[in-house]
T-cell receptor, first 109, second 117 residues
Framework: GQNIDQPTEMTATEGAIVQINCTYQTSGFNGLFWYQQHAGEAPTFLSYNVLDGLEEKGRFSSFLSRSKGYSYLLLKELQMKDSASYLCAVMDSNYQLIWGAGTKLIIKP | GAVVSQHPSRVICKSGTSVKIECRSLDFQATTMFWYRQFPKQSLMLMATSNEGSKATYEQGVEKDKFLINHASLTLSTLTVTSAHPEDSSFYIC?????????????FGDGTRLSIL
């Protein structure tokens, strides 16, 4: 079957760095997405990785290893507004998104 | 950049009412759109895949006669919740596949919060 695993909840301190891991097993692979979702709002696109390696975008970076079925989202210089759920999703061979349950990130002052 | 417009953003109505939600791709053609539902503190759940000019593909457990999907053009898909009841109250989100984009092949609407009294 298809499966996306990510931690349910993480806590970090303002100004620190946090890494949210995601492992996946899917029928085919056409890329991995990370989305940010604040409560009551639609997901906001953060990153898309289709090749192995690290993609950096400001304070956020995303890493992919296709051979290991593994990705992480790295958030630097954490701000209170980064408190949200972070969703990992893989696009399978049918171009459908398979979603993880999301990681709720709590930022403490 | 590419944008998906979803309307309305919020609906409050009485039990038994039918509600239509529109999802439009504003600057790209979307042959495929997706409809999701999200209950509080839960993950997104795919309800159906909407293909332009053909019948939608529904996920297991989703009633196709209750959640009517129409994808009549390359830029518009609609979801109609027929005879809505309180248990249908949820956050409904559409997304559209953008085959012309290498960096972001799927775009989300802002969602519709449906509350059935």
């Amino acid at each position: 079957g298809q499966n996306i695993d990510q931690p349910t909840e993480m806590t970090a301190t303002e100004g620190a760095i946090v890494q949210i891991n995601c492992t996946y097993q899917t029928s085919g692979f056409n890329g991995l997405f990370w989305y940010q979702q604040h409560a009551g709002e639609a997901p906001t696109f953060l990153s898309y990785n289709v090749l192995d390696g690290l993609e950096e975008k400001g304070r956020f970076s995303s890493f992919l290893s296709r051979s290991k079925g593994y990705s992480y989202l790295l958030l630097k210089e954490l701000q209170m507004k980064d408190s949200a759920s972070y969703l990992c999703a893989v696009m399978d061979s049918n171009y459908q998104l398979i979603w993880g349950a999301g990681t709720k990130l709590i930022i403490k002052p | 950049g590419a944008v998906v417009s979803q309307h309305p953003s919020r609906v409050i109505c009485k039990s038994g009412t039918s509600v239509k939600i529109e999802c439009r791709s504003l600057d790209f053609q979307a042959t495929t759109m997706f409809w999701y539902r999200q209950f509080p503190k839960q993950s997104l759940m795919l309800m159906a895949t909407s293909n332009e000019g053909s019948k939608a593909t529904y996920e297991q457990g989703v009633e196709k006669d209750k959640f009517l999907i129409n994808h009549a053009s390359l830029t518009l898909s609609t979801l109609t919740v027929t005879s809505a009841h309180p248990e249908d109250s949820s956050f409904y989100i559409c997304s559209a596949r953008d085959l012309s984009s290498e960096n972001q092949p799927q775009h989300f609407g802002d969602g519709t919060r449906l509350s059935i009294l």
